[in-house]
């Protein structure tokens, strides 16, 4: 099929949602098509959820499949919990990344297919026969198929189209979509803010020239309503979100070292924490990183340090003497795929057992995992508070899907009582120890260099109230069971969490992290279908929320459901006894002895609801609502 | 001493109304095997916080693990026990946080110069206002005699029974190579007075002042030291206005060399020298960028705070 020339502008097709993906090679310029596109729609008051496809490497040879580098917008009327489970309409600059795409099932079978046609007729016999080929291929399913002319328009305005052609797919999917040409404009304003006008000019031209392309050639017009706005909102990404929470959470310390996916919460707050009286230090290594953020925190403030799995495991053991010594510290781990360098820029769940268990000896802990974008914002001041609160670490296990994934949520409305108060150097009373536990909750205040009366000596070495060096077993035995007892209090505070769905039935789902989104969405399309499945979202993982064992007791069946490697029943080798099970699910089962399924997947992108409700189906008796 | 720290409601100490005996700064009993040239370091360090009159909770001994890193628990300030190799990270954050603390760190030789090196070498370059004190006996002692990069090759220890069978690694010469390395110094603990003179010209230089102490250690590397203990014509002093002076012990040690400690290829040339262990300030230069003065950023108050995150949020309003 071709476009056809259609001087009256067609009729829109009116949908709840849609969702969008623009490809390229490395470098052409798709992400920051689709990031101004999903910036724009969240503005225009559509629900909105952003996935980036990133290739491994910064600059890959072009024109091969493993090169796809783009974004994923899927556009909501209401609100968009999450990334869905394919594309219905995909804009590709070359057949190469296109066929990636088709390969991984990214593509709705009916997609809606736009691609620069500049390759049918290349000079390169080569490119025409892997053009051809690649055609064929994607003949097998039934998509449209609508060849573009990118380069030749982009061209008639400038003499490079490789810069410039993703602003040319930026007006074709205006048109398409009903975009608002003038906050667009704005979008290219602050995405060239470092550029010159005349750069900005010459996108802007480029925009208006696919957008005037579209509206003469595209037979077809797609409308997403916006629900109306009952609240502001403020659109960014969790990794954004987690360097404004520490920001307002009154933190004043980010030591961190480079490592993907992490990274980009410091290049925000490099950008803007000294406006706040906050620094980050780029520390020699991870463990430098985690020595920097303790000795700040032991001198009064609470510090964090931001990582990813290989970085959690080399401050393991700054970790553990930060716990012994009870020096408050926040450490975010953005989550990616495992282990060793693993999958780098792919999100990954399998990092909790390290999370939970990362330090040697007894080192208890607090790990706690938002769930939405939203919830990166607010949980680093609940981080805060509790790591001053209960002198200990607080893990914020975030993940790729998260760090990446751009989502309107709203406003929040900051608190002076959020930020930690000023460093109090009163005196210390008199006979007052370094580690004063109170005998029933093991908590302590905690006193800081400059204090008079203090000059205490914190020490990894076992030591008593006074830390003072103890070798004598009673001695290690209660100053272990002071610092474990603080997770007990902990969880003595928490609330059992929300049922998603009914509070009894065959299925009960748990996740935890960047899943909640896809999860809830499978449980109420399981529920329309009459399948008895509710959902269980855990934020703390240590402590774990309180109740579990009675909510779980009212469900024929428990499963978890996660991003990390489980084995699967049935393949070979693999028994009751020796298979190694979802990370969560481990945890649940040793601590409530229930006998809890899971299902889990290590697909190198984020779960899509319909194989989640897939699970859900296997699982459950059919048309269950009996 | 008056403490300014942003917003911190730091204590002046009442206008010397407390003097600070040298027992004022003394810790637990020190554990360290009688002979152990730490001793002698902590007498010094003691007279030192005692000469300067510094004020115990405002000072912080930050350390890693070894038989020189139980250093703090010995004094009657705040401390930092940490773990191995890994002082100086602490030290930067607290040195980052609290400007207004004096911070000493104290690491053995397998601390700093092994376990510890990527710290060492990054500190050096930040150069925050930090007295580095190397405890250098050129053994792994606490763990029981194995070889560290500052034992002398050929030196027989548990992990080398045929003798080790590398030259040594020389910190000063490590240390001066340094991309803004700002203050290099060496000196023994077996020569109270220098050791005195050396701490407190450390002490005063603003940046990272990096000391390696040659200290003996009685029970696994008597041998490392022991000529040099025995014969003081094996030891040049380095003398210099702008480094250390200790006429008293000028008798005993009679090789001195006349060395400018702003000349930094001079510096290397002694660093590299075998022919004399070379006591001194081998390297001052107050005028090096310090990361903790550059990295400094105004504070805001939790209002102030507030009121520039709604501004921020407003970048992000839909």
Known sequence: MTATSSPVAPVATRLAEHTIEIVSDSGEGAQKCGQIFGAVSAKMGNGVWTV????????????????ASGYRIRLGAGTVTNWGDATNLALAFNEQVLVARHRLGALAPDAVLLIEDKWATHEDADIRTAWAEAMAELATRPYRIIPVPMETECLTLVDNARKGKNMFALGILACIYGRDMERIKEQIAHAFRKKSEAVYEQNVALLELGRNWAEEHIDFRIEVTPAPMTEPLVVMNGNEALGLGAIAAGMELCAMYPITPATSVSHYLSEVFERFGGIVHQAEDEIAAAGVAIGSSYAGKVAFTVTSGPGLALKTEFLGLAIMTEIPLVLIDVQRGGPSTGLPTKVEQSDLLAALYASPGDAPHVVVAPATIEECFHIMVTARRIAEAFRTVVMVLSDANLATGVTPFPRPKGDVRWQADPIDLAPVPEGQKAYQWDAETGLSRRIVPGQPGGAYTVTGLSHDEGSKVAYSSGVHQRSSAM???????????????????????????????????????????????????????????????????????????????????????????????????????????ATTLVDIDCWTRVPGEPLRPGSILDAIRERTPRGGAA | MTATCGLLPV????????????????????????????HSILASVQKLLSAEQLTPEQTVFVSGIGCSSRFPHYLRTYGFHGIHGRALPVATGIKLTRPDLQVFVVMGDGDCTSIGAAHWVHALRYNVNLTVLLLDNGIYALTKK???????????????????????????????GVTNASFVAQTAEWSPAHLYATLRAAYHHRGLSFVRILQRCPIYSTAVYQAAVQDPARIALLVHDDG?????????????????????????????????????VLYRDPSRLRYDEIRRVPPRTAEERLTLIDAELDRYAV
């Open chain 1, 52 to 67: 980036e496809i990133i290739p491994a490497e910064i600059q890959p040879p072009p024109r091969i499949p493993e090169g």
């Open chain 1, 483 to 589: 610092r474990s007892r603080k997770l007990a209090v902990l969880q003595s505070l928490l609330a059992p969490p929300t049922v998603y769905g009914d509070a009894e039935g065959d299925l009960l789902l748990i996740g935890w992290g960047s899943t909640k989104g896809a999860i809830e969405e499978a449980v109420d399309r399981a529920r329309a279908e009459g399948i008895r499945v509710s959902s269980v979202h855990l934020r703390f993982l240590s402590p774990l929320e309180p109740g579990l064992k009675a909510i779980f007791s009212k469900f024929a069946r428990v499963c978890t459901v996660e991003i990390n490697y489980s084995d699967e029943p049935g393949d070979p080798y693999i028994t009751e006894e020796n298979r190694r099970i979802g990370q969560l699910a481990w945890v649940l089962r």
């Open chain 2, 11 to 38: 204590l002046e100490p009442a206008e010397h109304e407390a003097h600070y005996e040298i027992t004022d700064y003394e810790g637990a009993r020190a554990r360290w095997c009688p002979g152990c040239g730490d």
């Open chain 2, 146 to 176: 194995q070889t560290s990069p500052t034992t002398p090759q050929g030196f027989v220890s548990n992990t080398s029974p045929e003798g080790g069978v590398l030259p040594s690694l020389n910190p000063l010469s490590v240390a001066l």
């Open chain 2, 244 to 280: 250390v002076v200790v006429p008293e012990i000028e008798k005993i040690y009679k090789s001195q060399v006349a060395h400018d400690p702003h000349d930094l290829a001079a510096a290397r040339r002694i660093a590299d020298a075998t022919d004399h262990i070379h006591l001194g």
